[in-house]
């Protein structure tokens, strides 16, 4: 995490806040798309939008909380001799 952050643990618990917010939105949605269908149809490309923009949200919260963790894969020793 970069340096401009002045409370790392707001801001960690922030995010983590918002992703459960969108999925929780999500099985919102679900439930009312289940309820009453017809009524929903008419919000059938809405409805996909918000489903595309919100687990984008959700992946790029879980892909790139973990991306500064992780060190970069080393290579193999025999991966190397055979070229």
């Not at 489903?51 to 190397?80: C, I, K, T, W």
Request: glycine content about 6%; charged content about 20%; hydrophobic content about 45%.
């Amino acid at each position: 995490m970069n340096d401009f952050v002045p409370d790392k643990r707001t801001y960690q618990s922030n995010r983590r806040r918002m992703a459960w917010a969108a999925l929780g939105m999500m099985i919102v949605c679900t439930a009312a798309v289940l309820i009453d269908p017809a009524r929903m149809a008419q919000a059938d490309s809405i409805l996909m939008m918000m489903y595309g923009s919100l687990s984008a949200l959700v992946g790029a919260y879980f892909g790139f909380a973990n991306m500064g963790a992780q060190s970069p894969p080393q290579r193999r020793e025999h991966d190397e001799c055979e070229r």
